[in-house]
């Protein structure tokens, strides 16, 4: 059973305006505050493992971010807009959103082992799922140790999403913001009040920092942003899930609106596996880190990444608006996903070896460019025929 007590559209754009208005306050005092002269800011900045002798940016910007996305959720309570009913789930979320800045705060300071961060977030995690932070059915299983095993994967595995894709400026947060707008808009249009602001609170915060953050970036996120930032992305979605939206619509939907950072983790994974090393082991082989050796400038791959985030956001949609049809639709969605998944990295891979001279081959058939973009281009048409 599903349980909702409605938030106003005028409480969301108050929500928006004012996040957006204090993280460009809170942002633009930390940018100059972090490059002055205070003790407290040399300390922070030649400590932070983001520093470089030739580049004096802090990697502290998520503070911004989650400052006023917490004033913002809270002044809110205080002045009466947001029901009683949501405080248990907003202190769930905050907890969760401190614990996880002060652990990415730590880790900007003194480089912690990849292992304990991993076992700190699932700390985290845990903690969040076992008070209530989780889905209680996956689809038509009825079986809560289900839901809360994916909850948990689904917490941490999209905290490491974006940890994993903060490796250019604005990338993170771009992709953050594109998600939560398109999030915002469907679970309004759903009437899942409580997971529409999240994501409006969310997508203020972000965007009036992306004002100092795209490249060339005054200020980082650093871990100590991307952390909560990949925390509240998750929870956002969770949060429908809590209050009993969890038939596989709602399940299916953030694999697809957060189709890229998923793919880039999940290859990363498998990618260090295969080669002999620790899956948590850094690497420059991530998709952003593979648009720019193929001669692509930062601001044209982040575009690119920002391109395919806004193009599944809106297939979504077509999804969404398909929801009477959930037993067909559901498969042909999937299926349209997982081809276009691989398509696209197939494609990366020949441009990759077209670079290096070499031909890339299947089954001893040598494949192209163009036939890899026909390939995608059907798959989407088709697509659209049988949505529309």
């Known amino acids: 059973m599903s349980i909702n007590f409605p938030i106003s559209l005028e409480t969301h754009i108050l929500a928006f305006a004012a996040t957006l208005a204090l993280s460009l306050s809170f942002t633009a005092w930390l940018a ?44 809110s309570f205080y002045l009466g807009w947001i029901h009683i009913f949501y405080l248990i789930s907003f202190l769930l979320v905050t907890v969760g959103v401190l614990a996880m800045i002060l652990l990415g705060f730590v880790d900007d300071l003194v480089n912690l082992k990849a292992r304990f961060k991993l076992m700190m977030q699932l ?14 059915q996956i689809g038509d299983f009825n079986w809560a140790w289900l839901g809360a095993a994916w909850s948990l994967l689904w917490i941490a595995g999209i905290t490491n999403g974006f940890n994993l894709v903060d490796g250019q400026d604005g990338l993170s947060g771009g992709l953050a913001f594109i998600t939560c707008g398109f999030a ?19 997508a203020g915060s972000v965007l009036g920092f992306l004002f100092f953050n795209f490249p060339p970036a005054r200020i980082y996120l650093g871990n100590t942003g991307s952390l909560p930032l990949g925390l509240l992305v998750s929870l956002i979605f969770v949060s429908a899930w809590t209050r009993g939206f969890q038939d596989e619509v709602y399940l299916i ?20 596996i295969f080669k002999g090393v620790s899956p948590f082991a850094r690497d420059t082989d991530h998709l952003h880190h593979r ?13 690119i990444l920002f391109g395919l985030t806004l193009y599944f956001d809106l ?15 559901t498969p ?23 670079r290096k001279g070499e031909r890339l081959c299947i089954r001893h058939l040598a494949t192209n460019q163009y036939v890899l973009i026909g390939g995608l281009l059907i798959v989407n048409i088709v697509f659209f025929i049988k949505a529309w």
Request: with cysteine; hydrophobic share 55%; proline share 3%.
């Open 184 to 202: 915002a808009m469907i679970f309004w249009n759903r009437e899942i009040y409580e997971a529409s602001l999240l994501a409006t609170l969310l």
């Open 123 to 136: 700390v985290i995690a845990l903690f969040l799922v076992f008070n209530g932070l989780t889905a209680n």
């Open 32 to 75: 100059y505050f972090l490059k002055g002269s205070h003790p407290l800011a040399q300390f922070l900045l030649h400590h932070s493992r983001s520093h470089k002798e030739d580049e004096e940016v802090s990697p502290f910007g998520g503070l911004a971010v989650v400052a006023s996305f917490l004033i913002v959720l809270w002044g």
């Open 332 to 354: 042909l969605f999937v299926l349209f996903l997982m081809l276009n998944v691989c398509l696209m990295i197939a494609t990366l891979v020949h441009l990759e070896c077209a």
């Open 315 to 329: 297939v979504t949609l077509i999804y969404i608006r398909n929801i009477d049809r959930i037993p067909f639709f």
């Open 253 to 272: 939907l953030p694999l697809s609106m957060l189709l890229v950072p998923i793919s880039d983790t999940v290859f990363a994974f498998f990618r260090r």
């Open 291 to 303: 648009l720019v050796k193929l001669g692509f400038t930062v601001r044209q791959s982040i575009s």
